[in-house]
């Protein structure tokens, strides 16, 4: 009984560890500078006529900006848009390839497949202001940027 304690101490030391080079390992693969290459839009809205005009919106939200991240291995980001003064954010490991973003924009899901990176922002709040609709006519406004490893676009 009384090394019962020590043994599970032990065990916690070690599950740590693991959990901690888990973690570790899946930064790794994302540190680096990502460029912005495209938008999706997911669009839902109860009012089809303001479908098609949303989506275009979300799609060239960003045409003719530069935009960018570049991500740390201290789990900080910067943020970049057309070579200005970057902004700083957080970001944190959630499951496999799966990771959040927090700055003063809020918060972000990221996906990480292969070689891109694909944020989802959810846009149904901004777009209601926008557009100066009812927010409950649109039941889903997201935007998935996608991003590839590099300073400039392969295209």
């Known amino acids: 009984y009384i090394l019962l304690p020590f043994i599970m101490a032990t065990a916690w ?5 693991d959990s901690l080079s888990d973690d570790n390992s899946s930064l790794k693969g994302i540190e680096g500078h990502w460029i912005y290459t495209s938008t999706t839009a997911e669009v839902q809205v109860t009012d089809p006529s303001v479908r098609q005009e949303i989506i ?16 740390k291995n201290d789990k900080t980001y910067y943020y970049y848009i057309n070579y200005a003064e ?12 799966l990771y959040t973003l927090d700055d003063i924009r809020g918060m972000k899901t990221w996906v990480r497949e292969n070689s891109h ?4 922002s959810d ?33």
Do not use: M, W
């Not at 979300?58 to 935009?67: A, F, L, Q, S, T």
């Not at 970057?86 to 390839?97: D, E, S, V």
């Not at 990176?117 to 989802?120: D, G």
């Open 86 to 97: 970057p902004l700083k954010g957080i970001y944190q490991f959630t499951g496999k390839n």
């Open 13 to 17: 030391l070690f599950t740590s560890c």
């Open 117 to 120: 990176i694909y944020i989802v």
């Open 123 to 155: 846009l149904k709040e901004d777009i209601a202001s926008i557009f100066d609709i009812d927010e409950n006519i649109i039941q889903k406004a997201n935007a998935v940027d996608s991003f590839e490893r590099g300073l400039a676009t392969s295209e």
């Open 56 to 71: 275009d919106y979300i799609e060239n939200r960003y045409k003719g900006y530069h935009v960018s991240y570049e991500l």
